[in-house]
């Protein structure tokens, strides 16, 4: 039915119950009206009645017309009149007999001595009487009538009931109009929109409606879009790509790439760090994305195979997301993948993250000469929290056929060995983020050996650098009983072999899409951040860490301090801004760190700020990546001074950045990132002088050599992005073939109840 008839029809309904419903109502009301008019006869009869007889009695018509003519004009009332026993008027209001039709309807009344009142018609219209007999005390000698106009009772309330009606209809009618104007104009709006974003005439970002009513709608429609968006911006790179025999990989190329290696396999992800987190904001609960390049990664490959990702917990509203198995779809506003939680209690925490992984693996693995803290009590906790991730992920791949599992970074080392004796068809990886150490620094650990085997449970092993392969292959020949395959890289332990390979983690670069700023808009922003700043300077420099003992934080504050000794024209000229958000506070070594960042900052300002200036600006707080990239795209240059690093996203994320080809990028030699950025100034940065010297070089070199320098880095970094990571990664797992072998595994089942026999599998390296 076409819209304009149901609204008609609405109308004539509303109209319909609105009749009904008044003329109901204005038929108790007339008998309401009535009946008080009854009353109020009544009332002034009664109270009349002895005056009246009293008159009767002594004979007095003077005394009589007097009394009626008091009842004159008044409002709503008739008049009155006094018959004798023989219903003749002795007295009665002037007019009053003139408007009856003969003589008044009373004469029953009064012959049968009773009071009474009554409706009758008159020439005047519609009237009420009410009698009253009169007696002397013996006999009945007159009657008092009491009349009243009865006729404006109909007309007032009729009168009211369809003005009612009619304003019921006006309301009725005027918010049909309104409801037609607010929803009409905007659904028009958005119809017009999604015609020309269809037709490629339209932005994502549109004039939607701002009433709240139409959020919900806005919100789909704004996914819609975007997706169509995507899929419409993806199917044109891959054109360009195809036309220009480019290799620059997208998310768009991962999952077609990953779909057809998979071939129908499902994969698991297991970190630390879950993708997304819901907290509570108020009395709502919103959900948000911490900040990781993982997700960036892995997003399109878990989407691509409907994947379950498997993490800790780490939202405060996160149960009151989730199933009674902690799972939930997510992205939570376009569903595509799963996401399983897992919780730890506050003793796992401490014992598993903050203990075993962070005052124990993490400083030993990064040789930042700190002191590597080993407890027993943390050792159990990070054992039974891998056994309760294992069991979480044998949950999941239950029922699975040669399902893909990848653990990520240092949490869990023993996962591996874990998964693969329960289902010993799946192919299991684990990618180890940090640095792998040299053999005799790993000795340190009481438990290397049982850290070792969990991982080789794994088919294949992933670092970001070959000399990290190294150091694991030789740290597993001195520690464990295997054999080491050095032209394959590969261990073979307990009949299960091990490939060990380099995948050098990257950035989500964004080709050439994003057109550098315009040098006005450059300039704008680049003031806005010295006026945020609260400092005037010429060259600015930049440093985006966590606040990290690894991350060389003080070393490169003091090359501030021996720059300005070494050349004071930079005084009141240069300023570098360090981003250090706070990172692992339980810990004192870090509390310590702080402090002395701040100390640091504090007494080399002390010693060189001018009014308006300072060398050194420390924002101390968490910065999101859209805050950052403003910094990124203004700095003269970027200082990545790590004293060990596995790889270090922050160079590359700088390097992207630029779409302007500008700036100058300080790296030390300690980080992954310098084996791939070698346009960058490549230092030590445990020397103060070098790091001095490679700023002054930055921030004076031609205008030529710096663009040919971040031209040369921003290929690097363009073929090989954190896509082509994750389908090399990723698409090296899913081709190893699995055979059946012969084994003699004897393992305890990580759930309780029994397991179902599985086949024995190993692996074939393909050659």
Known sequence: M????????????????????????????????????QRQAVVI???????????????????????????????????????????????????????????????????????????????????????????????????????????????????????????????????????????????????????????????????????????????????????????????????????????????ERLRVSVQSKLKGSRLFVVSNREPYEHNYQGSSIVWSVPPSGLVTALEPVLRACDGTWIAQASGKADRETVDERGRLRVPPDHHQYSLRRVWLSQEEEEGFYVGFANEGLWPLCHIAHNRPLFRAEDWSYYRDVNRKFAAAVLDEIEGEREPIVLAQDYHFALLPR?????RPDARVAIFWHIPWPNAEAFGICPWQRELLDGMLGADLIGFHIQAHCNNFLETVDQALESRINWEHFAVNRKQHVTAVRPFPISVAFNGDGAAPLSAEASSSERAALLRELGVDATYLGLGVDRVDYTKGIPERLRAIERLLDQHPGYRGKLTFVQIGAPSRGQIKRYQDLMTEVVQETERINQRFKTNGWKPIVFLNHHHSHEQIQPYYRQADFCMVTSLHDGMNLVAKEYVAARHDEKGALILSRFTGASRELTDAFIINPYDADELAQAIHSAVSMPEEEASARMRRMRAVVKENNVYRWAENLVGELAGIRLEPVASTKGNLPLVKGPTKPQPEYGMRIAG
């Open 418 to 422: 874990m998964i693969k004796e329960q």
């Open 45 to 251: 009869a009664e109270s009349q009645q002895k005056s009246v007889e009293q008159t009767l009695q002594s004979s007095a018509p003077d005394d009589l017309q007097t009394f009626v003519d008091r009842f004159q004009n008044h409002h709503g009332l008739a008049g009155v009149a006094v018959f004798n026993a023989n219903g003749e008027p002795l007295a009665i209001t002037p007019g009053l007999e003139s408007r009856f039709f003969g003589t008044p309807p009373m004469w029953q009344t009064m012959l049968e001595g009773q009071n009474g009142g009554k409706f009758f018609s008159a020439r005047s219209g519609r009237m009420h009487v009410y009698s009253l007999p009169l007696s002397n005390g013996e006999r009945v000698v007159g009657t008092l009538g009491v009349f009243h106009d009865a006729g404006s009772i109909a007309a007032t309330v009729w009168l009211h009931a369809i003005t009612n009606v009619v304003e019921t209809l006006l309301v009725v009618a005027a918010t049909l109009l309104i409801v037609v104007w607010s929803l009409g104009r905007p659904l028009r709006r958005i119809t017009e929109w999604l015609h020309d974003l269809r037709t490629g005439q339209a932005s994502v970002n549109g004039e939607f409606p701002k009433e709240e009513m139409f959020l919900p709608l806005t919100t789909e429609v704004k996914q819609l879009a975007t997706s169509l968006n995507e899929a419409r911006a993806a199917a044109q790179e891959e054109a360009r790509l195809r036309d220009a025999s480019l290799s620059l990989w997208t998310p």
């Open 2 to 37: 076409h819209l304009s008839y149901r609204l008609v029809l609405l109308l004539s309904g509303v109209a319909a119950i609105s009749v009904v419903f008044a003329t109901y109502q204005a038929i108790g009301e007339t008998r309401g009206l009535e009946r008080d008019l």
